[in-house]
């Protein structure tokens, strides 16, 4: 059974930094990407990192480029997402979730509320 478990969420003041976890049981997890989605009150879901497996490359979206940082742990079947200079327009749930070639797996989500 697949499981994904997020941590690391909270309440921060703007400008402060969390760090989120995302452990991964049941699947091969050295063998695919990781991403990081999230979704804030009354909006869709949308993208924000994904962590290659390939040389462990990262990319985002534009609006956390600079501040945030997703890595990987392979021997640890985790993923991490470090998040500086937060702004109250980061204020979301956000979830790790990982696909192989015929199913996506998702975490159940953390809250993360940044105040002004």
């Known amino acids: 059974q697949v499981q994904l478990v997020e941590s690391g969420g909270g309440l921060v003041q703007s400008g402060g930094s969390l760090r989120l976890s995302c452990v991964v049981s049941g699947f091969p997890f050295s063998d695919f990407a990781m991403n990081w989605f999230r979704q804030a009150p009354g909006k869709e879901r949308e993208w924000v990192a994904l962590v290659d497996k390939i040389g462990k490359r990262a990319r985002y979206r534009d609006s956390v480029k600079g501040r945030f940082t997703g890595s990987r742990d392979d021997a640890k079947n985790t993923a991490y997402l470090q998040m500086d200079s937060l702004k109250p327009e980061d204020t979301a749930t956000y979830y790790c979730?990982?696909?192989?070639?015929?199913?996506?797996?998702w975490g159940q989500g953390t809250q993360v509320i940044v105040s002004p």
């Open positions: 979730t990982i696909r192989d070639y015929s199913e996506s797996y």
